[in-house]
């Protein structure tokens, strides 16, 4: 769900940028990078889900599960960046959080702009096909980094279980299969969703 601080924030800040022109201009090469990695990280990440379940040969491999979710996530991340940059945007070098800020730009440029969403603060936000893309983005984002940060603090395993209820330490092997899926299922959703719209643009 749109959260109305995120949407105040995609405003302001991308308001700034558009009228300071503080995006980078980006080229062929690295629109076709952005392409490529939004590809291959759903590819390795079915792989991997595959490997998982039809092989033994990772069924000793605890961190399977979480690099699934983690690609499935990327690949939403570099689809993301690719369509930014057909629309001639791309983050400038140095930018800080660049997970936030390309989910604010992607709110504030597919959602925002031009909707009543950039003019007012209505009490119901329709939902569009970009807005579930956008939904399915934060979901995936949001688990995602929430595994990274418990990763870097594994050495305070017992606090972390405590304060987080991650599938890594709690959630029996069926369960971390069930969510490397749903993972999987959202960011194939999101490409699909992203590749209908980019093919819509084209067509018209």
């Known amino acids: 769900m749109l959260e109305q601080k995120d949407i105040e924030q995609a405003k302001y800040l991308f308001k700034e940028w558009d009228i300071s022109n503080i995006w980078d201009n980006p080229n062929t090469a690295y629109i076709e990078h952005c392409k490529k990695k939004a590809e291959e990280s759903l590819f390795l990440a079915k792989y991997l889900l595959n490997k998982i379940e039809k092989t033994k040969e990772l069924e000793n491999n605890g961190t399977t599960t979480i690099w699934i979710v983690t690609l499935s996530y990327y690949s ?53 096909r970009m807005s579930r893309a956008l939904s399915l983005f934060k979901e995936v984002q949001d688990e995602s980094l929430e595994l990274q940060r418990i ?13 987080r209820h991650s599938f890594t330490y709690q959630m029996s092997r069926s369960a971390e299969i069930s969510e490397a899926k749903n993972s999987i299922f959202k960011a194939s959703e999101f490409r699909e969703l992203i590749e209908e719209y980019i093919l819509s643009r084209r067509v018209k």
Do not use: W
């Open 76 to 128: 939403m991340f570099f689809e993301v960046e690719y369509l930014l940059s057909i629309d001639k945007r791309k983050l400038p070098t140095g930018t800080e959080n660049t997970h936030k800020t390309i989910y604010l730009a992607f709110l504030y440029y597919y959602v925002i702009k031009g909707s009543e969403l950039e003019r007012n603060k209505p009490k119901k936000i329709t939902t569009s």
């Open 151 to 163: 990763e870097k603090s594994v050495r305070d395993l017992k606090k972390q279980r405590e304060q």
